[in-house]
């Protein structure tokens, strides 16, 4: 019998042996936490479709970002949920309304130990649940959505957050913030643009967990997932406008597009790991289906792999502890 000349298993005869060669790192400092925070609550609430997931009450929420940051996390990602909403999305823009006053809230507990990041976006204080303001038609109207969005910004930045992410998926939003930004004298604030993010069916959990009121789709702004071309062009955009940060997202059924932006970007890359992939993984841990440490960590690892030197996952401040646990 012909022996094989190549024995590649010798790089993995021991565990001390495969921490050596590996190939890939993985460090609660790469993980971002996204959080939920609900005006009016007096105690957290849980999102049914993510088991371990909850929408913060103002408290709640500064002792998660502290727990987080304990746990060596990178930063944390904020999502506010307003009482009420209207057709042009005024909530997200107010000083005194949930998120800005929750980015308030977390800078003024943690600030100075972790990088705290705003989601930019308007559907989550539409009453039509769009991420723009829409035009007599209906559809979404891209520049006067960008007027709200100049504003949103501004509102974040005295709020004091870190980093702006707009996620709306409007063209040329990258640009319009940098200038309302630094015109705001914001000019160290800085932009993580969600720059190519697909139309996908793996954000259904994070609608409840927004309390979305979204009726149809946003398939007229967000990508078509048949499109990795496009992602290239989007990024290119972003990187033009001054992104600091470019995102791609969803991760999993995306880690061919991160890892073409990865070899585009000249700004650090980041995947968001979304709700569905989240849910997915719990459903299966729930019903026996799977080690769930040993898949989570697989899935993270994963898409650090394909190129992400960010992840932004609801795994970030248990994750952190395992890996911590793992290598002291
Ligand atoms: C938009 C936004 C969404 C998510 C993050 N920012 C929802 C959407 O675009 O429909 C999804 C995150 C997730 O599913 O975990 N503000």
């Not at 109207?141 to 509102?155: F, I, R, S």
């Not at 789709?217 to 033009?240: F, G, I, K, M, W």
């Not at 993270?300 to 890996?323: K, P």
Request: charged share 20%; hydrophobic share 45%.
């Amino acid at each position: 019998m012909r022996t094989p000349s190549a024995r590649p298993r010798r790089l993995r005869t021991t565990s001390a042996m495969r921490r050596l060669v590996a190939e890939t790192s993985l460090s609660p400092r790469q993980l971002v936490l996204p959080l939920f925070v609900a005006e009016g609550l007096s105690e957290p609430r849980h999102i049914r479709s993510m088991p371990g997931v909850v929408q913060h009450s103002r408290d709640s929420l500064r002792a998660a970002a502290a727990e987080a940051v304990e746990a060596g996390v990178g930063g944390v990602m904020l999502f506010g949920v307003p009482q009420h909403r209207d057709a042009r999305g005024s909530g997200g823009l107010d000083p005194e309304a949930i998120l800005n006053v929750a980015i308030g809230d977390v800078v003024a507990e943690v600030g100075d130990d972790t990088v705290v990041m705003s989601d930019l976006c308007l559907d989550e204080f539409t009453d039509h649940g769009h991420c723009g303001v829409l035009s007599d038609d209906g559809t979404v109207d891209n520049d006067a959505t960008l007027e709200q969005y100049a504003v949103m910004a501004l509102a974040q930045a005295a709020a004091g957050v870190h980093v702006v992410a707009p996620s709306g998926m409007m063209d040329g939003q990258v640009g319009v913030i940098r200038e309302a930004l630094d015109t705001g004298g914001y000019r160290d604030v800085a932009i993580l643009a969600y720059s190519a993010k697909y139309a996908s069916a793996f954000y259904g959990p994070f609608r409840e967990a927004v309390s979305s009121t979204l009726q149809g789709d946003r398939r007229t702004y967000q990508q078509d997932p048949a499109n990795r071309r496009e992602a290239r062009r989007e990024v290119s955009l972003d990187l033009a406008e001054g992104a600091d940060l470019v995102m791609v997202k969803p991760a999993l059924g995306y880690l061919d597009v991160l890892s073409e932006v990865a070899a585009l970007s000249d700004v650090p890359v980041a995947a968001y790991n979304v709700s569905g992939e989240y849910s997915m993984i719990e459903a299966a841990a729930a019903a026996g289906y799977l080690d769930r440490e040993t898949a989570v960590l697989e899935v993270l690892t994963s898409i650090r792999r394909a190129g992400a030197d960010i992840v932004l996952t609801y795994w970030a401040s248990e994750a952190a502890g395992w890996l911590s646990a793992l290598a002291p």
